[in-house]
């Protein structure tokens, strides 16, 4: 079999989904492939939940992407009559910092310690922590969010391939070449978002991605279940000094049992291969702490725990650029455990990127030649 497209996509998780569905919507003619089922837990993109806000990107390059996603994940669930964006709030409790730098930037409330424990009695901190709302955060739901964009971009064209490996590409001077255990293809263009998988695909760049082993566990609150159900909880998140990172949660959602939390620092390096999938005794250990300490009414059985990847940079931020030995090759990558909320406008940006299009929304900050310049990954 030999068929010719304007873009094929390898790799229909989060990025690779979003960008076969603007590309089709532009017009294109797409072929995404995947190895796996779509959609699949087998990448970075599975759990039924996924954070998203505002108030944290507030001057950081990140700003102006935010605000785009925002606008693409609703126009989204106007096609498509789903619910893939739940507005719940943000709720970030520390004991350290202000906010000081967000007043007259964006919609947001400092809270007390007092007003903390009135408004969310479901956490127990002590005197000295305050609390950070954003009203503009709320959770993605990952599996439906993916099934969305490849059911609209099928509907606008798009030949979408699931358990269909890319085995082998190269780049000639008329097109690129995919090869795959079912057939090969040409494409004037290619976009790779093969997520913790594409660390060969930027090796003769000498630059290096670390692929981390990340647990998500859901428990069933021991106590007052109902004060965790969504629209009683923000999304929220707390420092976790034991392990030198965060701890993060949802609300409980009607499609999965359980109160769903996690540890965000970065886990064991491993190799996407080869990744442990089964659920060690630590893991659990790791959100019973902060259940112990913050959440004590939540802390009953385990419903279930599952294992994720993070693909980490040497400066935790992504890679969306073209390839820079290759021209018909466009890459999304390295999204260090924060991407899926921007992967509506990332996508976005990728599939205008690879039809030559003005994109927008600028992008000066992820590209290539930052990591070329200094690669420091060593964890
Ligand atoms: C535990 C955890 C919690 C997270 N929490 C958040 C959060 O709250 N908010 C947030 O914004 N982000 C969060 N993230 C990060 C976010 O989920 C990821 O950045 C995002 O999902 C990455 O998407 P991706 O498309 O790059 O990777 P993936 O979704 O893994 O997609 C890559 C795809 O490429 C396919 N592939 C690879 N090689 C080939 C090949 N040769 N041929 C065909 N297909 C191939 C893979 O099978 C896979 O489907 C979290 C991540 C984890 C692991």
Redesign the pocket.
Known sequence: MSSHYDVIV???????SATCYHLAGRGAKVLG????DLP?A????H?Y????KTAVYVDTPYEPFIGRSFELWRLLEGETGQQILVTTGYLRMADTGTWDHLRGKVRHEVLTADELAYRYPQFTLTSDYHGLYDPNGGL?R?ELAIASHLIQASRSGAEIHGR????GWKETAQSVEVE?GRGRYSADQVVF?????TAPLIADLGISMTVTR?P?AWVWPARNAASFDVGALPIWQIPAPEYDGEY?GFPMMPDHPGFKL?LHRYGEASDPDNLDRSARPEDEEEVRVCLRRYIPDADGPLTALRI????RTADDHPVLDRHPNYARVTV??G?????????SVFGEWLAETALGQQTTIENDTFRFERLLESDHTDD
Not at 10 to 16: I, R
Not at 164 to 167: F, G, I, M, Q, S
């Open positions: 390898v790799g229909l998780g989060a990025m690779g492939l995947e190895r796996f699949h087998q990448g970075s993109s759990g939940s996924r954070h998203t993605l990952p269909e490996a890319v085995t795959t978002c093969s997520g913790s998988w990340q998500l993060y996690a994720c990847m993070y693909t999304g990558c999204f260090s455990g924060t991407g899926f909320k921007f992967s």
